[in-house]
């Protein structure tokens, strides 16, 4: 007669057990898991350093770049941001011509750091990234810029310049290039330029496309789309030397003169 009562009990107790264990458990990893997970640190960097050589190449992985000139004829990075676990960096090469900013992502892992570089007049810049926006601003100096994920934002570009993003707009505006030369796949293009370049060529997969010119130019203009309206404004002549090349898969190109 009392065997049900005690089994009852007793499965009671053991139940209450596993509970309790359970809690205590899961408690034990929640305290584990606040002490493995890194704090949210802030990141400040300076440096200045002379450039020997026409040529800088900057790489990130992750970082935020914007390029200004340069008061003088050395380079000045400043850099700042705020990071969970290994702290950014940026190491210049020997003799200037190199900038390598590091950002690291993984399990409990972030990185968000803006770079500024200060670069001299007249030189080649070249970067390349693997994610981040790219800020040009009244850059003299040719320009190659190459990311797997990013934007581009360039203004008062005066060298040719040459842009290659995956995923991520185009947007160049008051530019003074000889030569623009972009490509997205899956992105907006945006040009304006001050005045009329010796070529432009405009590529992406979707996303629409703006080329503004000049419009006291003739220009010798290619555009199509295979899914997109085409609206070419500007003097066509198959004749001129400046020449226009904007395709798409399916997006809107439009070619108007600079507003």
């Known amino acids: 007669m009392n065997r049900i009562p005690l089994l009852r009990y007793t499965l009671a107790i053991t139940t209450a057990a596993v509970v309790v264990g359970a809690a205590g458990a899961g408690t034990t990893a929640a305290i584990a898991l606040g002490f493995s997970v890194p704090k949210t640190q802030n990141y400040d960097y300076s440096v200045d350093h002379a450039i020997d ?4 190449t900057v790489t990130t992985g992750f970082a935020h770049l914007k390029f200004v000139p340069s008061p003088d004829d050395s380079l000045h990075v ?6 969970r676990g290994d702290a950014p960096t940026v190491d210049v090469g020997a003799d200037g011509s190199s900038v390598a900013v590091e950002c690291s992502y993984g399990r409990y892992k972030t990185c968000d750091a803006d770079v500024e570089l200060q670069i001299p007049a007249g030189l080649t810049l070249a970067v390349n990234g693997a994610g981040g926006d790219v800020v040009l601003s009244d850059v003299g100096a040719d320009v190659s810029v190459s990311t797997a994920s990013g934007s581009v934002f360039a203004r008062g ?5 040459r842009v290659d993003t995956r995923f ?11 030569i623009v030369d972009v490509s997205t796949t899956f992105g907006e293009i ?8 010796e070529s432009v060529k405009a590529r992406n997969v979707i996303g629409d496309t703006t080329i503004g010119l000049p419009p006291a130019d003739f ?3 290619d555009a199509a789309s295979d899914k997109g309206d085409v609206v070419v404004d500007v003097i066509n002549d198959p004749r001129s030397p400046k020449t226009v090349s904007a ?3 399916e997006g809107q190109i439009t070619v108007r003169a600079r507003q």
Do not use: F
């Not at 050589?53 to 800088?56: A, D, E, P, W, Y």
């Open 157 to 161: 570009s005066a060298g040719a310049i």
């Open 78 to 83: 400043r850099a700042h941001g705020i990071y």
């Open 219 to 221: 220009y010798a203009v």
């Open 53 to 56: 050589g026409s040529q800088l």
């Open 168 to 178: 991520g707009d185009v947007k160049i505006s008051d530019a003074t290039a000889s």
């Open 247 to 249: 395709t798409s898969e």
């Open 190 to 197: 945006s040009v304006e330029s001050r005045t009329a370049p």
